[in-house]
């Protein structure tokens, strides 16, 4: 549904297709399902739900009430100071309408399936919701007559749920003995996915002890960041029907490996037929539009990590030597800049940003770097020079480089200071994710004085 449409022309979000409404209550009837899980993306990426019995589904597709509380919650479930929709408001419900080409069937769940389901307030869209900023960001990219193909590149880690013992205890990144450790996992891991339409390319484990990774095909437009959020689900819970912990969390521990969340994307045209970031006749292989589009991604860096890397833990990624991006640079096939540039011709050409952290949340990242690209575009903002070598030495890097913030303060600043970021995400997204922010950093200053070296673990290990 085009979110620039009156909202009060439809009752119910994307419920328009009759057809849809009778197409998935046939495969409820047919698959013999019982349960669907009403469930959506809170502003940390976890999936929150409820689950309805299926002769109830028709019924509550005319809207579903919940408390909007959702988006003033750490991942403890514990409430953020001066956050919208608590106890000053009332604890007000929002009603909320599935995607009806969200449904899925889990299969690990009998008679289960799963739909995303997106808030309104007061009959308008809730502005703060990650999914609906997304959705407003590809709108834009669209009027432009341009398409983003996506898709996200997790790291994680997977440990004993009891005894919290790495699955691995070595660093021999991908050798074969290590990829299959457990090989029961593996299997269900890989042949489960697909059937939640996570088309798996590949899996292989990391640096750290129990760490992981398992690439799946890009999708354009909203489904790449609605993959994302089934896929880290969908781990979690493979994860523990097998006795495991698998967690996003970015840096579970201050001595191993930080845990990644790289954003791999191209622009195309509308019809997504034709990649515009290739262009075989410039050096570089790059087109205009598609320099420009980095150039706005680079420019508005220290503003969207924020939104990349959104958690104190996440943003204790960006230190050099680390595999990690430290300031605004790119280069070809360099994993020491914040775009890595992949030149594969017309169809295989793309960009890895590496910012981003196995901690956030898909629909957020997806927003920052389509309004940050969009700029580019719209301001023809020139590219600097790329970086040859390590981008973590000063002599490599082109005068005028900035560096990303280091710490949530530094990160809230850079996200305010820039007017076209801040404007982009609005007023309630802000004043609602910057509520948790200032949480986080709260609870840090709290531990520190307490001594608590557990408090990260123990707000984002388990949920993120």
Request: charged share 25%.
């Amino acid at each position: 549904m085009h979110l620039k449409q009156d909202i009060g022309q439809a009752t119910a979000i994307f419920l328009e297709s009759k057809m849809a409404l009778k197409t998935v209550l046939k495969q409820i009837e047919e698959l013999d399902i019982h349960y669907i899980r009403f469930e959506f993306s809170d502003m940390y990426g976890i999936a929150r739900s409820r689950v309805i019995s299926a002769r109830h589904f028709r019924e509550k597709c005319k809207g579903l009430n919940l408390p909007l509380l959702h988006f003033a919650m750490d991942p403890r479930g514990k409430e953020a100071d001066q956050a919208p929709y608590t106890e000053s408001s009332g604890y007000p419900d929002g009603v909320w309408f599935p995607d009806l080409e969200s449904f899925r069937v889990i299969p690990w769940c009998p008679h289960t399936a799963e739909i995303l389901i997106e808030p309104t307030f007061n009959h308008k869209p809730l502005m703060c919701f990650p999914r609906y900023i997304a959705r407003k960001q590809l709108e834009k990219l669209t009027d432009f007559g341009y398409s983003l193909q996506s898709t996200n590149e997790y790291e994680f880690y997977v440990v004993d749920r009891e005894t919290k013992v790495p699955l691995t205890d070595d660093t021999s990144v991908s050798s074969t003995i290590r990829n299959y450790a457990n090989p029961e996992w593996i299997e269900d891991l890989l042949s489960y996915l697909p059937y939640m339409g996570v088309d798996v390319e590949m899996c292989d484990t990391k640096k750290g002890p129990g760490q992981m990774q398992v690439t799946y095909k890009s999708e354009f437009g909203i489904r790449a960041a609605d993959n994302a959020h089934v896929f880290k689900t969908a781990v979690k819970e493979i994860a523990q029907r097998r006795g495991y912990t698998a967690s996003f969390m970015s840096k579970p521990w201050t001595n191993q490996a930080d845990s990644a969340g790289h954003f791999c994307h191209s622009l195309w045209d509308s019809e997504g037929q034709r990649n515009l970031l290739f262009n075989p006749k410039n050096p570089s292989g790059l087109s205009d539009i598609g320099q420009h589009w980095m150039a706005g991604i680079l420019i508005h860096a220290p503003a969207i990590s924020i939104l990349m890397a959104p958690t104190v833990n996440c943003l204790r990624r960006y230190k050099k030597f680390n595999f990690t991006t430290t300031n605004t640079t790119w280069g070809i096939d360099n994993r020491t800049c914040a775009l890595r540039v992949k030149v594969n011709g017309e169809k295989g050409t793309y960009l890895e940003n590496r910012m981003g952290a196995s901690g956030g949340n898909p629909y957020l990242c997806m927003a920052a770097v389509v309004a940050a690209g969009i700029d580019g575009i719209q301001r023809k903002l020139p590219l600097p020079d790329k970086v040859t070598g390590s981008a973590f030495d000063e002599a490599n890097v082109p005068p005028g480089t900035v560096n990303l913030p280091a710490n949530m303060e530094e990160a809230i600043t850079a996200f305010m200071s820039d007017g076209v970021i801040r404007d982009a995400f609005g007023v309630e997204f802000r004043n609602a994710f910057l509520a948790l922010k200032r949480h986080e950093m709260k609870c840090e200053a709290e531990a520190e004085e307490e001594g608590d070296k557990e408090w990260e673990r123990n707000m984002f290990f388990k949920y993120l």
